[in-house]
């Protein structure tokens, strides 16, 4: 570890702290209908759209309503998204002649897009067309971030409005929230990223004859090498790269404002056309971080009671610097093993070695700070995008993204989908302090009664089952063990990492694990439209329970939710109802991978 690594960690949660009032200060007044600079401009749209669509923008909805239209909209989306894949060969923006996505990646790719969690089965640019990926993926990474926003603010009004029965209208704020928040950041965003050189056409892929031909083994229909009748592989000649290219930078501000993560190209924001400088790194991961975060000030604002936003955005930033801090310590300590037989060998002084820390499947140019921080940045949100592989982490450096993630990506968390997640965290955090001091619960003058908890503990109760009972179907048969690259702790990893992120809808992963088979493709797509909507169902119930609740004011014996004592019950209700849940689970996996790498076991 280095002083400037923790220079720029630091560096970057003070610009994102500096941005979270005015930016939440924006998005509050944007969906209290407030009048902004950019009206002139986006009312016109706006009353456009509602005219051809026959949406009533005066008309508002009870949590029942809105949660049907969400449904309804995200259902429809995804099947224009499958439909799209399937026929894609055949519509125009296909310079590559791409085949359409065969049926169970279709399905995959088509939920994970819907839900905000951009698993990729598949290599992005040899399988979709730049109308697939402007048309389908990118329209989803605005649509589902919008539709994330909408949802945190319909929980937020039912926080702050009084005996009411309804929360907002789902079309109004997922309009108001492309037209107002995302248009205009993304346009301004597109441009930065073009000028530092991230790639933005639509020409076919150029072929670049190589200097130094190499020999490879050829490759079956299964994707397997083939050998010969002599029982040797199959060997072929490459004399040309292929270099893809594309509308990449459009679609790389989405990935990051909307905390997507699905990359244009396979390898991601490690790939030079989507992160090609130091400057496009700070800022992709500034992106990822911004709306999340100005959502506290929003919930602070919107409820009249700013001490309180600033107290969960403090509960957040402390979970994340614990997070970043074990990652970039696990990650600069490095593998004990290679240490050692480098200490060994007569080609590396021992001063270099010890320096060194793990640095496989990392950019050299970002180095192990800015790895270790985008993993958890990326981890922290429901965004999945990646500058270097956490397959590659040791145990406990990819433990940290695996436990961001089993915390329900609640550290400053999704566009949206942070907010409403933390909102639980703090409903239960609440009631746990009404318990210890005997009397019932308040929150922001709003008692939380037996339905709110419920409610509550069926989102907290949903996301350990459905990622603990497909892992462990995963790992018990062979259509899912056969998929694995890795045995023993690492190999469990893959698996219980694959459906964390697909239930949490963040899309990373620990790479090792071939997802694009027939079991992997519908599991995690199931996996992921439970982690969505299932949780979003009892979310809504509880907003519209508390909309129509009386406000009593606070008395001496009122928990207060606005100061230090608040920011640690809440952190201690995350963890210990969040991380627990899963240790165990840790306790197979990266947990015992540390002890037999420190025993000097490898599989």
């Known amino acids: 570890m280095t ?140 649509v589902s971030a919008a539709a994330g926003m909408a949802l945190a603010i319909a929980f937020i009004r039912g926080i702050s409005r009084r005996e009411q029965k309804t929360i907002g209208n789902f079309w109004v704020d997922l309009v108001r929230g492309t037209l107002w928040v995302l248009a205009p950041l993304c346009l301004v965003g597109a441009l930065v990223l073009v000028s530092q050189g991230v790639v933005q056409n639509l020409k076919p892929y150029d072929t670049a004859q190589l200097v130094d031909p190499y020999q490879t083994p050829q490759l079956g229909s299964d994707g397997k090498p083939m050998n010969g009748s002599d029982g040797k592989p199959v060997m072929q000649t490459v004399t040309q790269q292929v270099i893809a290219q594309g509308p990449t930078a459009s679609q790389e501000i989405i990935k990051e404002l909307g905390t997507n993560g699905g990359g244009f190209f396979n390898a991601n924001s490690a790939h030079p056309f989507e992160n090609p400088t130091p400057f496009t790194n700070f800022l992709e991961m500034f992106c990822i971080l911004a709306i999340p975060s100005a959502f506290t000030y929003t919930l602070g604002k919107m409820t009249g009671s700013p001490r309180h936003g600033w107290a969960v955005w403090a509960a957040m930033a402390l979970l994340f610097l614990a997070g970043v801090t074990t990652a970039y310590w696990a990650e600069a300590r490095g593998n004990p093993l290679l240490t050692s037989a480098a200490l060994h060998s007569p080609q590396h002084s021992s001063s270099t070695v010890r320096t060194m820390g793990n640095l496989e499947g990392k950019e050299v140019r970002f180095g192990l700070a800015n790895s270790a921080l985008f993993a958890t940045v990326t981890t922290d949100t429901s965004c999945g995008a990646v500058n270097s592989m956490h397959d590659s982490f040791t145990p406990l450096g990819g433990m940290v993204p695996l436990i961001n993630l089993m915390l329900s990506e609640v550290i400053f968390g999704g566009v949206g989908a942070g907010m409403y997640g933390m909102l639980v965290f703090v409903i239960l955090s609440v009631f746990i302090a009404g318990l210890m001091v005997g009397r019932t619960p308040e929150y922001l003058g709003k008692k939380i009664e037996a339905y709110d908890v419920k409610m509550a503990m069926l989102v907290i109760l949903i996301f350990p089952l459905v990622i603990l009972v497909f892992t462990a179907i995963s790992v018990l048969y062979s259509f899912g063990t056969s998929a694995m690259a890795n045995a023993g702790p690492h190999g469990f990893s893959e698996v219980l990492y694959a459906f964390t992120s697909a239930v949490a809808n963040n899309g990373s992963a620990f790479n090792g694990l071939s997802g694009n088979t027939p079991w992997y493709n519908t599991s995690l797509g199931f996996a992921m439209l439970l982690g969505r909507f299932m949780m979003i169902l009892p979310m809504l119930a509880i907003a519209g329970n508390l909309a129509g609740k009386k406000q009593t004011p606070a008395t001496l014996g009122t928990f207060p939710v606005t100061g230090p004592l608040f920011t640690v019950l809440l952190i201690g209700v995350v963890v210990i109802v969040g991380a627990l849940t899963f240790f165990p689970a840790l306790s197979l996996g990266p947990i015992l991978e540390h002890l037999l790498m420190q025993a000097g076991k490898t599989f």
């Not at 600079?37 to 005219?51: F, G, M, N, Q």
């Open 3 to 142: 002083a400037n690594g923790w220079l720029q960690i630091f560096f970057l949660l003070l610009v994102v702290l500096l941005v979270t009032k005015p930016l939440g200060a924006v998005i509050a007044r944007v969906f209290d209908r407030e009048r902004t600079w950019l009206d002139p401009i986006l009312r016109p749209v706006e009353r456009i759209l509602y005219k051809l669509t026959g949406v009533d923008e005066s008309h508002e909805m009870d949590w029942k309503e809105y949660a049907l239209a969400l449904i309804l909209f995200s259902g429809v989306s995804m099947i224009l998204l499958y439909l799209l894949e399937r026929v894609q060969l055949w519509l125009p923006g296909n310079p590559q002649k791409l085949a359409g996505v065969a049926p169970a990646l279709a399905f995959n790719t088509a939920a994970s897009f819907t839900t905000n969690t951009n698993w990729q089965n598949y290599t992005p640019e040899t399988t979709m067309s730049y109308l697939t990926q402007m048309v389908g993926l990118a329209y989803h990474n605005w």
